[in-house]
């Protein structure tokens, strides 16, 4: 520990532990006015960023620099979307938010109410009718050490705005991907059930891929079966049968992934879960990826190796025009 001990020094800044204010994090939050609330248009010039019951402008969001999310990853978080006025899937991410707080054992300050509120304010103080929240909750500020005891209060950051993943183009004609060295993360070491704060694991492949030129990369697990993409669960169809790897396999149980769970059920098709190789995907007649900013998207090439016809197939069509009519007939009014 970096400290001064003498009496002369003992006003001096000890540097791993920084000063606290008093306050305890404020639950409720100033609702955006009457005009911003209503609008449908673009979304406002300025983003106005949720922490901890306030809203501050982009330029004046900020978080201490001895806040444990920064600097040991340790927090967790969400990527939810809204479209057509309606947050899509709200309950199942506020869902798999708390059950990653229970596995880590951080404690969500503010109730599932208050966080609901809280979002779905964020996004009217933005004006926004589509786009895409990131929320996330930090251990909180505590000091230089590793214990995360000396977080006293954790800390909720909601951000609402717009997303393209991918290039229109890219997105009608498919994706390109490539297998990359960097192995999922073992479930025995960090869950990946976990969506935590530490996602470099995803970002080493996701630099890998960017090297390689592709859209996206393929991740294996120790076993060299296929687990996920950086941001996305893989399916491949064969014969009219869809198949995706188990959870057990290190792939997030994602929401988006659910849904095509739930759509493929309404059009009659069955879905297996089970380990799938390199193979698998280079003589798969269809694959697709799901994911929450990625939504349901095709891919036509893996390691160089053209799937199907190089087309995106006619299975993975159908599952994207009804996911898009799913977006935009259901999910949690935003302006009520």
């Known amino acids: 520990m970096l400290t001064k001990t003498s009496t002369a020094d003992a006003g001096a800044l000890v540097l791993d532990q920084p000063k606290r204010s008093g306050a305890a994090p404020k639950a409720a939050v100033k609702p955006a006015d009457e005009t911003s609330s209503k609008t449908s248009g673009p979304k406002a010039k300025e983003v106005r960023i949720y922490i901890d019951g306030e809203f501050f402008a982009e330029g004046d969001a900020k978080v201490s620099v001895f806040d444990h999310g920064l600097l040991y990853g340790d927090g967790i978080f969400e990527g939810i979307r809204f479209y057509n006025g309606r947050v899509f899937r709200l309950d199942d991410h506020l869902d798999r938010l708390w059950d990653s707080a229970r596995s880590i054992c951080l404690e969500i300050p503010i ?3 208050e966080m ?3 979002l779905l304010e964020t996004i009217r103080q933005n004006g926004l009718q589509e786009g895409y929240i990131r929320q996330i909750v930090t251990r909180g500020v505590g000091n230089l050490g590793l214990n995360p005891v000396q977080c006293k209060r954790p800390s909720v950051i909601i951000i609402a705005t717009t997303i393209a993943l991918y290039p229109k183009e890219v997105c ?3 994706l390109t991907v490539v297998t990359c060295a960097t192995r999922r993360t073992s479930p025995a070491a960090l869950n990946p059930a976990v969506k935590s704060l530490n996602y470099l694991n995803n970002v080493m492949a996701r ?4 090297l390689a ?7 294996l697990n120790e076993a060299g079966n296929v687990a996920e993409c950086t941001a996305d669960n893989v399916f491949i169809i064969k014969r009219g049968q869809i198949f995706t790897p ?6 997030l149980r994602g929401i988006t992934r659910s849904v095509v769970f739930e759509i493929a059920a309404e059009l009659g098709l069955k879905i297996t879960e089970t380990d799938i190789t390199r193979h698998d995907v280079f003589v798969s007649d ?11 998207i095709p891919v036509v090439k893996a390691d160089g190796r053209m799937i199907g016809n190089g087309k995106p197939g006619s299975i993975t069509m159908r599952m994207i025009g009804r996911f898009r009519e799913l977006t935009r007939e259901t999910g ?5």
Request: proline share 5%.
């Open 332 to 336: 949690t009014p935003i302006f009520v």
């Open 286 to 296: 269809e694959c697709f990826l799901s994911g929450t900013a990625a939504e349901v």
């Open 207 to 210: 630099i890998e891929a960017n």
């Open 246 to 251: 188990p959870i057990a396999a290190g792939a």
């Open 116 to 118: 609901t509120e809280a």
């Open 172 to 174: 009608e004609k498919g």
């Open 111 to 113: 109730s599932r109410a």
């Open 213 to 219: 030129g592709a859209d996206e990369a393929l991740m």
